[in-house]
């Protein structure tokens, strides 16, 4: 009978448990009041045709938020941005695999559904993306104690064109673009880019910056290309990065984050640059081309940087 009550008692704490866990994963606002935002109907829509999730005319910015578990214990938090080319988000396969794979290793994980830049709902849609990003750490860093987070120890993470917006952030965290009356950092400690946008010049990804910037060929899109060139934009204080690319990345040029792993080393900044020789582009977790996982060379410079143990 006693073995009884405690194995009723067991599975009760095991379902609170998962109930609470499973919670903290459904979309839930960014903001309370959406900044930069013109009223207009959501027209955000889902599909998964392929096997491959895609969010589209993401105008309402929200998150899910994967704990490792629900106790005590402050772990490492990796904020991720997926990709779409400023178009779309792959919120699966770039976003909510990863947060899992993120808990499996012991670090919690916030998935990130950021603004498609668009001139019907935002004010100014190129900053949209960049306001979302610094709102996201700033949670994280605001709520650390209550969700589990080790708050000098939140990442940025981003593929493709979500790997520019990391990089927008680890790069121009401290031109606010949200309030943040606290004056809390929004600089991540850390930054993880996965066949990133990096540039918004000629070796960069011209769907991407059209998309965010426009297509006009006049002065304050001349200073948007340099402002968004995030190789460019780097200095001493820029966080550690891991990079991952493919050499024959058709979409996005291996280039992108050659000259960013370039240009973080000429400022001293610690980087690693993992090179596939094929795999193209938008493979997420697993490179087809290759029996190596990029996760596993991620783990271990998270290690050596002692994110993890």
């Known amino acids: 009978m006693r073995n009884k009550i405690f194995t009723t008692i067991s599975v009760f704490f095991c379902l609170i448990f998962f109930n609470m866990s499973t919670s903290l994963a459904q979309y839930q606002p960014l903001y309370k009041t959406i900044p930069n935002h013109i009223p207009s109907q959501n027209q955000e829509s889902e599909s998964d045709t392929v096997g491959i999730l895609i969010v589209e005319k993401v105008s309402i910015p929200t998150y899910q938020y994967f704990r490792v578990a629900n106790d005590n214990i402050k772990r490492p938090c990796v ?49 949209a993306p960049l306001q979302d990003a610094q709102q996201a750490i700033l949670l994280a860093r605001t709520h650390a104690e209550k969700w589990g987070i080790d708050k000098n120890k939140i990442g940025i993470m981003g593929f493709s064109a979500g790997g520019h917006l990391a990089a927008s952030l680890a790069t121009h965290y401290n031109d606010i673009k949200i309030e943040n009356p606290t004056k809390i950092s929004l600089r991540p400690n850390f930054q993880l880019l996965i066949y990133p946008v990096i540039s918004f010049g000629p070796e960069g990804h011209e769907g991407s910056r059209i998309n965010l910037i426009g297509n006009a060929k006049d002065e304050k899109t001349q200073k948007a290309i340099n402002y968004f060139s995030n190789e460019e934009q780097i200095n001493k204080d820029t966080p550690p990065a891991f990079l991952v690319h493919s050499k024959d ?11 960013y792993y370039d240009n ?18 938008g493979y997420g977790m697993k490179n087809p081309s290759s029996e190596i996982l990029w996760t596993g060379i991620m783990k ?10």
Request: with cysteine.
């Open 300 to 309: 271990t410079w998270m290690q050596k940087n002692k994110i993890i143990q």
């Open 249 to 259: 990345d058709d979409v996005v040029p291996v280039a992108n984050a050659i000259h």
């Open 79 to 127: 904020i991720i941005c997926p990709g779409g080319g400023y178009t779309i988000l792959a919120a699966g396969h770039e976003g909510t695999d990863v947060a899992k794979y993120f808990n499996s290793i012991g670090v919690n994980a916030m998935v990130l559904k950021y603004r498609i830049p668009n001139d019907a709902n935002q004010k100014d849609k190129s900053i």
């Open 264 to 281: 973080l080393i000429a400022h001293k900044v610690s980087a690693e640059l993992y090179l596939y020789e094929k795999g193209g582009h």
